[in-house]
Every structure is written in C-alpha cells, then in structure tokens.
Nanobody
Framework: QEQLVESGGGLVQAGESLKLSCAAS???????VGWFRQAPGKKREFVGA????????FYSESVQGRITISRDMSKNTVFLHMNSLKPEDTAVYYC????????????????WGQGTQVTVSS
C-alpha cells in the first residue's frame, strides 16, 4: 500500500481558494484516490474521488461546483482544488487510496494519509 502525505492546508479567508496535495511514496498502484474531511465533533465526510488511471471524478453534492480533483501521474500526486471557501469547510482533510474501485467511490479505502488542517475564517 502506498504511503500518502497530504499538504497544502492552512488558514484562509472565506471566498478564497486552496489547493491540497496528496503525494504517494512511490507509484500510485491504486485504482482510486478519495478526499475526505472531518470537522470537530462531526463524522468523516466524503468530499470527492478520482479514478487514477482514467481521471474520472466524483464529487459530493455538498461541495460540487466548488471543488475539482485532478492528478499528475508524473508526480504521483492527486490534488484537491477548492474555491469559494466557506467557514463550514473548516476541517481536517484526508486523502485515501484503494486498489479496487468497488461499488462505491465513497467507501472501502485501504490506505490513508495523516491529514492536513484547513481553516476558513469568516
């Protein structure tokens, strides 16, 4: 399984943009990479995912239109671009990978990064 490392989090103001990165320790051997977030006191939430080979993306309805997931296969990195950030987007953001896509892009991920904090001030 890949070791995943997120980066790019920080403190931003509402309305600003942020790009998070998820880098694999080696070549991505997974079929899918997902992004999740967890706000204090809340359950972890699916944000979106990408099928790594094809680049096909899936987004949660709650953020669709404000986020884009992309990947750079030459750098073994997946990105989460977030626009028009809101205070309610404040959370720890995690990337995760899985070898088999399965039925749902929202579940059954095998490996997880350590997370990166995103804080949006109003």
């Amino acid at each position: 399984q890949e070791q995943l490392v997120e980066s790019g989090g920080g403190l931003v103001q509402a309305g600003e943009s942020l790009k998070l990165s998820c880098a694999a320790s080696g070549t991505f051997n997974s079929e899918a990479v997902g992004w999740f977030r967890q706000a204090p006191g809340k359950k972890r939430e699916f944000v979106g995912a990408i099928k790594y080979r094809t680049g096909i993306t899936f987004y949660s309805e709650s953020v669709q239109g404000r986020i884009t997931i992309s990947r750079d296969m030459s750098k073994n990195t997946v990105f989460l671009h977030m626009n028009s950030l809101k205070p309610e987007d404040t959370a720890v953001y995690y990337c995760a990978a899985k070898r088999v896509v399965g039925i749902s892009m929202r579940t059954s991920y095998d490996s997880w990064g350590q997370g990166t904090q995103v804080t949006v001030s109003s």
